[in-house]
């Protein structure tokens, strides 16, 4: 069993920074790609950034030159840090892993975006 916990979600005034974790902990063997989604209320869950094991980054076109999601391997950690946030970037977070060939996810964490 594999286990996804997400930190780092709070609220944030607009043009403020966060930077999101998520460690994976439990039987892994290995660890392929690891990514961000978001879901706010009333839409669906949308992809954010993804990152492979050998760092190859892909974002969704509103986090492109906001956001940046890095990974620790060593500590099968994946970060995100978001920058110049939006009140529209108000969502659940959610971690996602793809440890061997099965996909995980974390609990997701809140991320609110208001003065």
């Known amino acids: 069993q594999v286990q996804l916990v997400e930190s780092g979600g709070g609220l944030v005034q607009p043009g403020g920074s966060l930077r999101l974790s998520c460690a994976a902990s439990g039987r892994i063997f290995s660890i392929n790609a690891m990514g961000w989604y978001r879901q706010a209320p009333g839409n669906q869950r949308e992809l954010v950034a993804v990152i492979t094991s050998s760092s190859s980054t892909n974002y969704a076109d509103f986090a492109k030159g906001r956001f940046a999601i890095s990974r620790d391997n060593a500590k099968n950690t994946v970060y995100l840090q978001m920058n110049s946030l939006k009140p529209e970037d108000t969502a659940v977070y959610y971690c996602?892993?793809?440890?061997?060939?099965?996909?995980?996810w974390g609990q997701g964490t809140q991320v609110t975006v208001s003065s």
């Open positions: 996602n892993a793809d440890v061997s060939r099965r996909a995980y």
